[in-house]
C-alpha cells in the first residue's frame, strides 16, 4: 500500500539526517497517515480512506467530505476518492432534479 494520503495527494518526501560533524546521510520523511472512518452526507453513509492529519483538518475546515471532494481537483485524488467525488456528483444532481 503506498504512503500516500487519498486526499490532499501527500506522499513521502526525501532529505538528510545531518549529524554534529555534519555529515549527510539520506532519510525519508513521512505523512502520518491514518485510517479514518468519515460520513457522505450526499450518500449517506461512511467511507474509510487513508488520509493525513493535515488532510483531515482541513476536510474539517472547508466542512465534511462532500465539500472537499467537489473543490478539489482529480489529480490529487486517489483512484477511490476520484469514484466517490462521482458518486457525490451524481446524487446532488439527483436531488437538484426532483
Not at 490532499?8 to 555529515?23: D, E, I, M, P, Y
Not at 475546515?61 to 458518486?87: F, I, Q
Amino acid at each position: 500500500m503506498p504512503r500516500i494520503c487519498e486526499l490532499t495527494g501527500k506522499g513521502r518526501q526525501v532529505g538528510h539526517n545531518v549529524s554534529h560533524a555534519n555529515n549527510k546521510t539520506k532519510r525519508v520523511f513521512l505523512p502520518n497517515l491514518q485510517d479514518v472512518t468519515l460520513m457522505s452526507d450526499a450518500l449517506g453513509r461512511s467511507v474509510r480512506l487513508r488520509v493525513s492529519m493535515n488532510g483531515l483538518r482541513s476536510v474539517e475546515h472547508v466542512g465534511g467530505l462532500d465539500n472537499w471532494l467537489v473543490k478539489t481537483s482529480d489529480e490529487k485524488l486517489s483512484l477511490r476518492a476520484r469514484r466517490l467525488k462521482r458518486e457525490i456528483a451524481k446524487k446532488s444532481a439527483e436531488t437538484a432534479e426532483g
